[in-house]
């Protein structure tokens, strides 16, 4: 018999928690399972009410998913109180569905996806592959973080020494990772935390295409930016970099995505993206006690 509301009345194998979601385990390897705080490890896929997929941790969906595992927080406030309590019952390696209502998941009308009505039944095939307190999961993030980190040290070098050497570019490294390519050398001493100097710039990709300027044909206005080194928000690329610069100076910052916006980009600039500046130092005046 077909089964007409099926998040109010037990179908086939499933079982329904206190708050009305249907799950079923179809594959249990006995495995540790969750308790409230901790955190899950999972694959997943959601589906609508007639299997067709809008979301997958196995496939990449720029905005939706990374196409790896996911860690989800078994807490309420993170998620439908039907989903945590369905949840609790995988334990590590266990796999099989959990079914809901469309508007349980999405709470917020605008993250809910149009083709997702409010009644609408939603499918969630998952995959346990790991059980985390909190504590062994921050030691986790923490070391993946790290990997991370080190592997866009190791993509951004790469992507300066070959921009350097297609444009035939001689160009200094500091220790952060920074390179800087002085063209013009200026006078007086270098600039320092707390001088106060007018800017003129042209921020690009390593591609060429420009993103933001205030010199050449560019700029989207023609006055120098005034920076206080060290007072001033800015990227720390800049904050470290325009002290090679003396008064009068000019030449290029090479910026990695870590001393720029990093993952997270910043409108025309994309996530991870390595910078060029092309600076020159109009007017440099020394910090005063």
Not at 45 to 59: A, E, G, H, P, V
Not at 142 to 150: D, L, N, P, T
Not at 222 to 245: N, Y
């Amino acid at each position: 018999m077909a089964c007409v509301a099926i998040l109010f009345t037990a179908c086939g194998d499933f079982k329904k928690t206190k708050s009305g979601a249907m799950y079923k385990v179809q594959t249990s390897k006995g495995g540790k399972k969750p308790k409230m705080g901790d955190v899950v490890q999972i694959h997943f896929m959601l589906k609508t009410s007639k299997d067709s997929i809008f979301q997958s941790s196995y496939k990449v969906v720029p905005g939706m998913s990374k196409g790896k595992p996911q860690y989800v927080p078994v807490k309420e406030g993170f998620m439908y109180r039907g989903l945590v309590e369905a949840f609790m019952e995988f334990g590590e390696g266990d796999s099989g569905t959990i079914k809901f209502i469309g508007d349980s998941l999405f709470s917020n009308p605008q993250s809910r996806p149009p083709f997702i009505k409010p009644k609408d039944v939603v499918k969630m095939s998952i995959k346990v592959i790991k059980v985390l307190s909190e504590e062994e999961y921050r030691k986790v993030a923490a070391a993946e973080s790290q990997k991370m980190q080190q592997e866009q040290i190791a993509k951004d070098e790469e992507v300066i020494q070959n921009y350097l050497k297609y444009n035939k570019l001689k160009a200094e490294k500091t220790a952060s990772g920074l390179y800087y390519v002085i063209e013009k050398e200026g006078k007086g001493e270098l600039a320092k935390a707390g001088d106060s100097l007018s800017v003129f710039y042209s921020g690009k990709l390593t591609s060429g295409e420009v993103f933001d300027a205030n010199m050449g044909k560019e700029a989207k206005g023609k006055d120098p930016l005034p920076v206080v080194i060290g007072k001033t928000s800015l990227i720390q690329g800049w904050t470290e970099g325009l002290t090679h610069f003396k008064n009068g100076g000019k030449g290029k910052l090479i910026v990695p995505s870590s001393l720029g916006y990093g993952p997270r980009g910043d409108g025309p600039i994309p996530p991870n993206s390595v910078l060029v500046f092309d600076i020159e130092v109009a007017h440099l005046t020394p910090y005063k006690k």
